[in-house]
């Protein structure tokens, strides 16, 4: 069974930039990379997506490196309301491409 | 937008009930999802549907069943609850757009086993 690790918090202030990284070792070769954010009694709501490299789009930035046994999730100029808990979500390649959520990450914006 | 809508927000059942769950989109998605979440533990795949009276295991499918009669509509059953099963339960669609996991998910379901 691939394993997603994810910090289980992170702190910042107002303004700033979070990153939150994702390691995922045995990724499927073809699967995407998906991160999710959620608020308290809500579902999870998709963010952005990628395979390689970068991808940006409003919301967030995702980078992959080349092994693509990790990937970062940026969210640039951070404000309250960006505190949510964020998910990773990648496909496992050892079970013909089950997802596999990550653990999550509990993001607290500060003023 | 996509809709997913779940029958209830808050669900208080006895030990030995039988429960339905019911999920319904409303966007033609092929692909649903019933998942439980739980502090710590983050969102487990309980069954998934990608057709009409087809369905999958996820990782923790013992004490669940499922049911998808229509394309838009997906339940999740629990033949007889037990108190290990509180949680809040999520549905989720998708398209099949090939390996992207681009999910669209309910407000979820509060179920509490007494």
């Known amino acids: 069974l691939a394993k997603t690790t994810q910090p289980i918090s992170m702190d910042s202030y107002e303004g700033q930039e979070v990153n939150i990284t994702c390691s995922h070792n045995n990724i499927a070769t073809n699967d995407y990379i998906t991160w999710y954010q959620q608020f308290p009694s809500q579902g999870p709501r998709f963010i952005i997506q990628g395979y390689k490299t970068k991808v940006t789009n409003e919301v967030a930035s995702l980078f992959i490196p080349a092994d693509r046994k990790s990937s970062t999730l940026s969210l640039p100029r951070v404000s309250l309301s960006d505190t949510a808990v964020y998910y990773c979500?990648?496909?496992?390649?050892?079970?013909?491409?089950?997802?596999?959520f990550g653990q999550g990450t509990e993001s607290s914006v500060k003023p | 937008d996509v809709k997913v809508t779940q029958s209830s927000r808050y669900l208080v059942k006895r030990t030995g009930e039988k429960v339905f769950l019911e999920c319904v989109q409303d966007m033609d998605h092929e692909n649903m999802f019933w998942y439980r979440q739980d502090p710590g533990l983050g969102l487990r795949l309980i069954y998934f549907s990608y057709d009409v009276k087809m369905k999958e295991k996820g990782d923790i499918p013992e004490g669940y069943s499922v049911s998808r009669e229509k394309k838009e509509r997906f339940s999740l059953i629990l033949e007889s609850a037990s108190t290990n099963q509180t949680s809040m339960y999520l549905c989720?669609?998708?398209?099949?757009?090939?390996?992207?996991?681009?999910?669209?998910f309910g407000p979820g379901t509060r179920l509490t086993v007494t």
């Open positions: 989720a669609s998708s398209p099949p757009t090939g390996l992207s996991y681009e999910q669209y």
């Open positions: 979500l990648v496909g496992d390649g050892n079970q013909g491409g089950k997802l596999i």
